[in-house]
């Protein structure tokens, strides 16, 4: 799966597609089991991606600890390698399977 994951976050408008074709398949997921709406879903989704991209984010950063690729100004804890586009796509994967629990869980809540 990292071999995969490092293959399409080599590139942004792979990442890109990757997240939009997850994206659409959770929301349409939602759509036909659970009967919410597109927007309804999207909505939803995009906030659990939100919240989760937050807790993800901070995972695996290491500072910067090459004195000669430090630029003045620059925060000591500043990630020397945010993998930023891995994580989009972790984040996606994430949030997909929390907001599809989260709609099977609704119903037993009385929601």
């Known amino acids: 799966m990292s071999g995969l994951l490092a293959a399409v976050a080599q590139s942004t ?4 597609a990757l997240v939009v074709v997850l994206v659409a398949a959770f929301v349409a ?9 597109v927007f309804g879903a999207a909505a939803l989704y995009f906030v659990v991606w939100w919240t989760l991209l937050f807790a993800i984010l901070p995972i ?13 100004g620059q925060d000591p804890g500043a990630p020397a390698t945010p993998r930023l586009r891995e994580k989009a796509v972790w984040t996606t994967l994430f949030a997909g399977a929390v907001f599809l629990a989260a709609l099977a869980i609704f119903p037993l809540a009385g929601l």
């Open 60 to 72: 695996r950063n290491q500072p910067e600890i090459r004195p000669e690729h430090i630029v003045p």
């Open 29 to 37: 997921a939602a759509v036909a089991l659970f009967k919410l709406t």
């Open 13 to 16: 408008w792979r990442t890109l």
